[in-house]
């Protein structure tokens, strides 16, 4: 791998050859990506092109088969213990749903995210007691959910359960964030709605954002870069301006009707 000059932060997403395989079958190969602070980049392409692994590989849950990956500057394959604690409690990671905890309030559900900044018996005591309500609240507000700080997360739709989601993270204050399909059990309002705050969050706070995205209609207005996974390997990336009907029928191949790619709006 490239060495970074001196004078210059390592990208917070360094691959170089990295793959990861399953039962001895690569699902992810030759893949050469780096990302640059507080860049916000799209990650898409058909089912089972290896964007969650790739995401999994990044956030040091999938150990490299080959190449090397560096994550925030740590080389995720020689990570353990604490330091590897260190590097998690760095990424953010939201999940397509199923982010939150049933039987938790939403107070706890947001404090989730400062589990890594204390020690176990502060993280005990919250459950009875929560601490840093303010920091809770103050998150709260930035999602526009701060009167639902009480409420179960049954009680809340869809859409708000994730921007519960949101605000955990920004509690978590994370330097790098890895949202896989955030948006793809939400109707294409809602998921707009994640997105455009996920990107405000990732751009005040000069946060980096890797998003998994199925709803392509959300490209456009919000990311720097597009990269396209198929079958297991970087197809294409550029701006999301760049990209062509020709480029996604190549790209998703028997996907590209079944998902109305060809009704949007891009050059041929
Ligand atoms: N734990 C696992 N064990 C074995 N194979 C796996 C495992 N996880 C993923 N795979 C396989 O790896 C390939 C890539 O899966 P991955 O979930 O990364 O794709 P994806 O692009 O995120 O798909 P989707 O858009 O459908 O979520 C698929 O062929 C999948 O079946």
Not at 33 to 46: D, F, N, T
């Amino acid at each position: 791998m490239k060495p970074f000059p001196a004078d210059q932060a390592p990208a917070p997403v360094h691959i170089a050859g990295g793959a990861v395989a399953y039962g001895g079958t690569r699902v992810l190969d030759g893949i050469d990506l780096s990302v640059a602070a507080g860049e916000r980049v799209a990650v898409i392409g058909p089912s089972g092109a290896g964007k969650t692994t790739l995401f999994r590989l990044i956030a040091g849950l999938a150990r490299p088969a080959a190449g090397r990956v560096q994550t925030l500057g740590q080389d995720t394959a020689r990570l353990s213990g604490r330091r590897l604690a260190r590097l998690r409690r760095e990424v953010g990671y939201l999940h397509q749903q199923d982010n939150l905890i049933p039987q938790l309030r939403v107070v706890h559900n947001v404090l989730m995210g400062r589990l890594g900044h204390w020690w176990l018996a502060r993280a005990l005591l919250s459950l009875l007691w929560p601490q840093e309500l303010d920091r809770a609240r103050a998150a709260l507000a930035r999602v526009e959910l701060e009167d639902k700080l009480w409420a179960l997360p049954d009680e809340l739709s869809g859409g708000q359960q994730q921007r519960v989601a949101v605000a955990r993270l920004v509690v978590q204050q994370p330097r790098l964030v890895l949202a896989d399909e955030p948006v793809s059990a939400l109707d294409l309002r809602l998921g707009r709605e994640i997105i455009a705050l996920l990107c405000d969050l990732a751009q005040r706070d000069g946060v980096t954002l890797l998003v998994n995205l199925h709803t392509l209609d959300l490209l456009q207005g919000h990311f720097d870069r597009v990269v396209a996974l198929r079958a297991g390997r970087l197809f294409w990336q550029g701006r999301p301006e760049e990209l062509s009907q020709h480029l996604l029928r190549e790209l998703y191949g028997a996907e590209y009707r079944a998902l109305h790619l060809d009704e949007m709006a891009l050059p041929a």
